[in-house]
């Protein structure tokens, strides 16, 4: 009986894939000259080989197997049920970030919309196309410089009470700490430990589910994302009401941190945030700084522990800078100026380990690449390591080598850790002084080594040792 539904189950398979192929090729033939490759099974396409490269720790390889087959500069495949079409190397990220919002725009799978927030819900698109671009207002260097100061006391108490006194630490979920309460305190001016945990519980429920199989059931780790997200939020807008109200009474400070500043500044046309608008952003910048500065953090730890002659680097400029300091003085914009080895050793970390691999563009109109066509509505996906380990941008890819950004550094869309063009991450420079901050602190308080040496590295969705890359600690013998 049961080898009777065991193949009545594979008639059925067969049968929807033979529909849903002839289907996909059909749709494949309206398509004109489409890019070289393979589109694989019906519906999971390639995804299984995409994510599964990650899983085992190289991801680059889907690209570049793929590159060396069919094309070094596009090829067609298919990822999450969408018909898709990677574009490879500088000219193909050029193309893209030349051409947002004319030939692509941003797209995320259908169950990050469902988590994540979007003001596509409480706008219109043009509304959201405006608010993301006043995004970079409240990160920018000159917005930020006064949280410096504020990014260094958090760090302070952070290695005080988790790392200082410890033989060994686990750095990963050390890492998260860190750039959470930092976010905690430079979004939203959440400092209490109960009130940071208050928040900080559900993220953590929310940045899990977000990456899991989309399906909305009582208990399942996507739904618990959603409903996480929806606690956020009311959270997050409860907290606004509280600051508009603090605000008018002269309790808060228009400089206190983002929040203040999304509610005190206005569009070109005079146009204020709403409160959702606004909440919204701030869930977006937490899910889109988390685990990606965390990984960095975590990576720039297990780089240095490698290579010590990098290590020594680092530490001379740190303790040049910390020795210049009066006692108790905090880093200042000054400071952070004069880390040019640590960012570029962190550029390096940045290239070789990209916290995002790449992201997604869906093509608003048919258009031309190289001589292909790409339909309306396929998905486009740039990747980072396209470039990123590519020896023609990177000689000697493999290699740590942290001069590789001295001068002008890497030609224009080779090294693209954070995207480019309008959709740019907007937290590159909060992501630059953070990780800086890190290192300060770590560099100028301990060497270490990693307690599992050849520790692997799994890419689900950002890199991250396999382990949480456990480190044994030696504080510097105080002077
Ligand atoms: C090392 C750390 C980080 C890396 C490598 C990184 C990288 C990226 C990349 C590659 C994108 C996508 C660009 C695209 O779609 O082409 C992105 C988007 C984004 N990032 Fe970051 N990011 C980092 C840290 C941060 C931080 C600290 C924040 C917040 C303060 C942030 C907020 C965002 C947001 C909100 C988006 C979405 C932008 C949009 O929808 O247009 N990121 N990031």
Not at 207 to 227: C, E, V, Y
Not at 264 to 281: R, V, Y
Not at 296 to 317: D, H, I, Q, R, S
Not at 462 to 479: D, N, Q, S, T, W
Request: hydrophobic content about 40%.
């Amino acid at each position: 009986m049961e080898f009777f539904y065991v193949s009545l189950l594979s008639l059925f398979i067969l049968l929807v894939s033979l529909s849903l192929h002839f289907l996909f090729y059909k749709n494949n033939k309206s398509g004109g000259n489409l890019p070289p490759g393979k589109t694989g099974w019906p519906v999971i396409g390639e995804s299984l080989e995409f994510l599964s490269t990650g899983w085992k720790g190289y991801p680059e390889k889907f690209i570049f197997d793929r590159m060396a087959k069919y094309s070094s500069t596009v090829f067609k495949t298919s990822l999450l049920g969408e018909q898709a079409a990677v574009f490879c190397g500088s000219g193909g990220n050029k193309f893209l970030f030349s051409n947002e919002n004319k030939l692509v725009q941003a797209w995320w799978p259908n169950s990050v919309n469902k988590v994540f927030p979007s003001s596509q819900q409480t706008s219109s698109k043009e509304e959201a196309i405006k608010m993301r671009k006043m995004l970079p207002n409240f990160l920018k260097p000159e917005a930020l410089q006064r949280y410096i100061g504020i990014m260094d006391h958090i760090a302070q108490r952070h290695f005080v009470s988790a790392w200082e006194n410890k033989d060994e630490v686990v750095v990963f979920p050390l890492a998260k700490n860190y750039t959470f309460w930092l976010a905690a305190r430079l979004f939203v001016s959440v400092e209490d430990p109960i009130h940071v945990a208050k928040l900080g519980d559900p993220f953590a429920v929310l940045a899990s589910g977000l990456i899991s199989i989309p399906i909305d059931l009582p208990g399942t780790p996507f739904n618990r994302a959603i409903k996480a997200s929806n606690f956020i939020r009311k959270e997050l807008v409860s907290i606004i009401k509280q600051r508009k109200i603090d605000l008018a009474e002269g309790k808060a400070s228009p400089t206190q941190d983002i929040m203040s500043h999304m509610l005190l500044t206005s569009d070109e046309n005079g146009k204020f945030m709403t409160e959702l608008d606004i909440a919204d952003k701030i869930l977006g910048l937490l899910i889109g700084g988390h685990d990606t500065a965390s990984s960095a953090c975590t990576f720039v730890v297990k780089f240095l522990a490698e290579l010590p002659e990098v290590y020594e680097g680092v530490y001379k400029e740190q303790i040049e800078i910390a020795n210049s300091k009066a006692p108790g003085e905090l880093l200042n914009w000054d400071d952070i100026q004069k880390m040019r080895y640590s960012w570029n050793v962190a550029c390096e970390v940045l290239r070789l380990a990209p916290p995002l691999q790449g992201a997604f563009r869906e093509a608003l109109v048919d258009f031309m690449y190289n001589g292909f066509s790409i339909p309306k509505g396929w998905k486009i996906y740039w990747s980072a390591n396209s470039t990123h380990r590519n020896p023609e941008n990177f000689p000697e890819p493999l290699k740590f080598d942290p001069s590789r950004f001295d001068g002008n550094g890497p030609a224009p869309y080779t090294f693209v850790p954070f995207g480019g063009g309008p959709r740019m991450c907007p937290g590159k420079e909060y992501a630059r002084l953070e990780i800086l901050v890190f290192m300060h602190h770590i560099v100028k308080r301990f060497k270490w080594e990693k307690v599992i040496p050849d520790e692997k590295i799994v890419v689900d969705p950002m890199p991250i040792p396999a382990k949480g890359l456990p480190v044994r600690l030696y504080p510097h013998k105080a002077a």
